[in-house]
């Protein structure tokens, strides 16, 4: 199994301010990882595929780095509503899909 | 517009099964898979399985291999997941999601409850 271990658990930044969220596979996942953003009470929403490329109706401000193991998400100037758990996804190998275990964003 | 509605919160007791649905609107069912996956309180979400809309075939976790079954009934556009042999474990929010462009997920339903409990 691909473990996706990611980085800070909990970030408190005050609006304005550059997030960067870190996401590590413990094998190669050859760039088929996703972000997605999921607020209390809410559906996941779909931010980034394919490492860095922003789906539909995402903002610029989100953007999405990285190959290999070390991916990173950069929101790169912070608004209130970007408060929220974002987690990273990789598709291959056994089982197809695994998930890592989140970054709670906290908006001050 | 893409919509998935899933059936409503399930409370079961040990050892028996459940079914959740998934209906589908707003897009050509045939042409996209839907997924399966889940996230118990504090954990990471888990992938169970995924069947392909238009032919049918299927793909199952490991894990889960022998207690998922996952089908689906093209002229009501809806899936279905049956999880069999309950354990307090299997308590979580269970979604369904469509794959879209790039093998993501890019639209989800709005996820159903299962709580096991004696």
């Known amino acids: 199994e691909i473990v996706l271990t990611q980085s800070p658990a909990t970030l408190s930044l005050s609006p304005g301010e550059r997030a960067t969220l870190s996401c590590r596979a413990s094998?190669?996942?050859?760039?088929?990882l996703a972000w997605y953003q999921q607020k209390p009470g809410q559906a996941p929403r779909v931010l980034i595929s394919?490492?860095?490329r922003r789906a539909a109706g995402i903002p610029p401000r989100f953007s999405g780095s990285g190959s290999g193991t070390d991916f990173t998400l950069t929101i790169s100037s912070l608004e209130p509503e970007d408060s929220a758990v974002y987690f990273c996804?990789?598709?291959?190998?056994?089982?197809?899909?695994?998930f890592g275990q989140g970054t709670k964003l906290e908006i001050k | 517009q893409v919509h998935l509605v899933q059936s409503g919160a399930e409370m079961k007791k040990p050892g028996a099964p459940v079914k959740i649905s998934c209906k589908a609107s707003g897009y050509s069912f045939s042409n996209f898979p839907i997924h399966w996956v889940r996230q118990a309180p504090g954990e990471k979400f888990e992938w169970l399985g995924w069947i392909n809309g238009g032919i049918g075939d299927v793909k199952y976790s490991e894990k889960f291999q022998g207690r998922v079954t996952i089908t689906r009934d093209t002229g009501a556009t809806t899936v279905y997941m049956d999880l069999t042999g309950l354990t307090s474990e299997d308590t979580a929010v269970y979604y369904c999601a469509r794959q879209g462009s790039g093998g993501v997920f890019d639209s989800w339903g709005q996820g159903t409850l299962v709580t096991v409990s004696s």
């Open positions: 094998e190669s996942v050859a760039g088929s």
């Open positions: 996804q990789q598709r291959g190998g056994r089982p197809l899909f695994t």
């Open positions: 394919a490492s860095s």
